[in-house]
């Protein structure tokens, strides 16, 4: 059975759409992620876009959205992956999720040469994260 998972930041244009991907590539039907936040910005950061491509992760018609849209949906899992997100009262999602944060450092701020590794140890981050606390077999 798939468990539904809610990826949750402030602006939905990089951590959250790259833990969606991630969560959906590497959870082998175990899970279908999608990720939302508290003020999107309405548009999915290109770095964010081109670290999957780097890394061979599809992320197929990503789109930065409102929390709003899924509340009262249920969900087995919500994921904060920002400490401002994590902080904030959520709107109700059925289910009774159980909650994870995940602090990552928001590469939306790099800019020039160094974006693409800001993006990229981000995404490492993520995925040692996946790895670690969804995929890991239980003891």
Known sequence: MTEPVLVLCTGNS???????????ALGGGRYHAVSAGSRPTGTVHP???????RAG?????????????????????????????AGE??????????????????????????????FDAALRLLRQHIATELLAPAD
Request: charged share 15%; proline share 13%.
């Open 47 to 53: 770095e964010a876009l081109a670290a999957l491509a």
């Open 89 to 118: 009262v959520c709107p109700y999602f059925a289910g009774s999720p159980r909650r994870l944060h995940w602090s990552i450092p928001d590469p939306a701020q790099a800019t020039g040469p160094e974006a693409p590794a800001v």
């Open 14 to 24: 990089c951590r959250s759409i790259m833990a969606e991907a991630l969560i959906n």
């Open 57 to 85: 992760m599809p992320c197929p018609a990503p789109s930065s959205k409102s929390w709003d849209r899924f509340a009262g949906q249920p969900f087995a899992l919500v994921i904060t992956v920002c400490d401002h997100a």
